[in-house]
């Protein structure tokens, strides 16, 4: 990703992912290895700072920096949910093919259903990191 002098080109990679102004984003998984431009990008699309796993208050969205050997993938998206407003969105982000940590998208998509959340979209958030959008389904709707 390569951003303009003014970091427009960061900003316009958080819209993209679809962080707006005023959302309250919670950020789980941090460690040395995250892209802190990525993550101010966020904070300057939103408004606000990054929030911890300790925030104790409803979010819009997650974003969940999640390596290979982290564990397991299935709790760690159940306990990102616990904080996560109706119709909020998770942001796994897993570090790209040839990456140290990479995660296969398989896993993810094995992980996402035993949850209770489903992949919507993936792409690129980086040089480093893929994004992929995990959604709650919608539920009751169109059942006969």
């Known amino acids: 990703m390569t951003a303009t002098g ?34 101010g990008a966020i904070e300057a699309v939103t408004g606000s700072e990054l929030v911890d796993g300790e925030y104790g208050n409803v979010v819009d969205a ?38 140290d940590g990479h995660v296969d998208p398989t896993d993810v998509a094995e992980a996402a259903p035993i949850a209770g959340v489903a992949v919507t979209t993936t792409q690129s958030a980086g040089n480093s990191w893929s994004a992929t959008k995990l959604v709650k389904p919608k539920s009751g709707r169109g059942r006969r």
Do not use: H, Y
């Not at 005023?22 to 993550?39: I, N, P």
């Not at 998206?77 to 897993?94: E, H, Y």
């Open 62 to 99: 997650v974003v969940l920096w999640w390596r290979e050997d982290d564990g397991d993938l299935v709790d760690a998206l159940v306990d990102a949910l616990t904080d996560l407003a109706d119709g909020g969105s998770i942001w796994l982000l897993t570090p790209k093919v040839g990456r």
């Open 6 to 39: 003014d970091g427009a080109g960061l900003r316009s990679a958080a819209e993209r992912l679809g962080f707006r102004a005023e959302m309250v984003v919670q950020e789980l998984g941090w460690d040395d290895d995250v892209d802190d431009e990525l993550r």
